[in-house]
């Protein structure tokens, strides 16, 4: 169970208001001359499901599904667990890549403890044989979460 609840991530984003295509490469040229460096350039599609009753999104959770699309495909399963201190919004997030394979049953039992005691719908470990992220949002709306919060690219 260690190995679980290490796997538990706290996250803090930043998030900029981005006014036209010169703008965006400003705040990216002042990111670089802070140090920050980018490993590797990869297409995300992130699906957010969520119950008819939107259960998820009233007990301050969010479930996502990532399709990652570069080097290497994969799928990321994310739970994230909602929290701000001090009024900055602050998610803890237990996640699994569907490629980790020692570790994949292990973090899907976790998030389905949160989404158990919540009163939603659990996540059988047969997702993992999905390897096609629109598969899967299909077989996802089978299990009962049919609420889209969110498709983004």
Do not use: W
Not at 16 to 24: V, Y
Not at 75 to 99: A, M, N, P
Not at 126 to 138: A, H, P, S, T
């Amino acid at each position: 169970m260690a190995n679980v609840i290490d796997s538990i991530q706290s996250e803090c984003e930043l998030k900029f208001s981005i006014q036209d295509l010169q703008h965006a490469k400003d705040i990216i040229s002042r990111i670089y001359e802070r140090g920050f460096t980018q490993e590797l350039e990869h297409r995300e599609l992130d699906f957010v499901p969520d119950t008819e009753d939107y259960l998820c999104r009233k007990a301050q959770l969010l479930l996502r599904f990532r399709g990652i699309y570069g080097k290497d495909n994969d799928i990321l399963l994310t739970l994230k667990i909602k929290k701000s201190r001090d009024g900055v919004k602050i998610d803890d997030e237990i996640q699994t890549l569907f490629s980790e394979e020692k570790r994949r049953y292990e973090i899907l039992e976790r998030i389905n403890q949160y989404l158990v005691e919540n009163g939603i719908p659990q996540i059988p470990e047969d997702i993992y044989d999905y390897d096609d992220l629109e598969q899967l949002k299909k077989y996802i709306r089978t299990l009962g979460f049919v609420g889209n919060r969110a498709l983004i690219e």
